[in-house]
């Protein structure tokens, strides 16, 4: 098991680094009992949720589900642009079922209202205060639960691209989900976000990602699922994306919230015999590993200990 020194108990796993995602034709999405065992294996002991229906909703049978993982908090995009109504009633049974299983954080993105994260509408004025009308009636609902809700700026959702997290954050008081590697594919900085925005952000999703391929996505020659079957996303230290000044430049401004190494995968698809999938399965933990090391590396040589 990896010493991840100052940071012990503050890291996380997500199922989507074992390729269970919501995006419909994804790839295999294996049984929660095979990811959490894998996750426990990591030597993790927590866990964001995964898609909508993956695990029970009821929160008596997720817990029981979750085999003594913490459950730190779930994904969920949303369509706020409808306005308010619509949007709780999207969020309503997610944040039931993370209040019930002991989550303190419901991590939301604005969705198209599509399958997917490739294409989405521009919005007006109109549609840009109704999205943001929407985000605070999600975020007041899941305060109503004793959740925090954070903004996940997010590849093919409507808060995307550096211009788009600005305005959101000049419009809304809500904290940010910094996900390093939906950042750099959205053509911003991640380092530079630290920097601008870091009292904004209250948990952190940790990607790397390779700049040649994301550069792909935002000019429309690599669909979302086809970049990260072509290798956009890395084990932390394999990327473009400087983690060690991220994570450092974070605990240096007083940021004690979670990580959560999140590196989106797809599993060979169901056609794919079982020894392949499971080989899959031990390479995204292998890849899971490799990023611990490497985190493990920067609280030991770059964090001072408080």
């Known amino acids: 098991m990896t010493d991840l020194g100052v940071l012990t108990g503050r890291v996380a796993a997500a199922p989507i680094s074992w390729g269970v995602c919501e995006v419909p034709g994804w790839g295999t999405v294996l049984p929660p009992e095979r990811v959490l065992a894998g996750i426990r294996g990591c030597g993790l002991r927590a866990t964001e949720l995964g898609p909508p229906g993956w695990l029970p909703a009821e929160p008596a049978r997720l817990r029981r589900a979750l085999g003594g993982l913490t459950l730190v908090a779930g994904f969920l995009a949303v369509p706020l642009q409808h306005g308010p109504s619509a949007a709780t009633a999207a969020a309503r049974r997610t944040v ?29 004025a109109a549609g840009w205060r109704a999205l943001v009308d929407g985000a605070h009636a999600v975020a007041e ?29 000049a419009h809304s008081d809500l904290g940010l989900c910094l996900d390093t590697g939906h950042v750099l594919v959205g053509g911003g900085d991640p380092v530079a976000l630290v920097q601008q925005h870091r009292d904004r952000i209250h948990h952190v999703h940790l990607k790397d990602a390779d700049r040649t391929v994301a550069a792909g996505v935002r000019a429309g020659r690599l669909t979302y699922p086809r970049a990260v079957a072509s290798g956009l996303y890395r084990p932390l230290g394999d990327g473009d994306v400087d983690i060690a000044a991220i994570v450092t430049g974070l605990e240096r401004a007083g940021y004690r919230g979670w ?48």
Request: hydrophobic residues 45%; glycine residues 10%.
């Open 96 to 124: 039931t079922a993370l209040a019930g299983a002991g989550a303190s954080l419901l991590v939301l993105a604005a969705g198209t209202g599509t399958d997917g994260y490739d294409g989405r509408p521009t919005l007006d």
């Open 141 to 169: 609902l899941a305060a109503r639960h004793g959740l925090h809700a954070v903004l996940h700026p997010h590849v093919g959702t409507l808060i995307e691209s550096p211009a788009e997290i600005d305005a959101f954050l």
């Open 259 to 306: 990580y959560v190494l999140e590196q989106d995968t797809a599993l060979p698809a169901a056609a794919g015999t079982a020894d392949t999938v499971e080989a899959a399965a031990r390479s995204a933990e292998r890849g899971v590993e490799t990023s611990l090391r490497h985190l493990g590396m920067i609280a030991h040589t770059q964090i001072r200990t408080p």
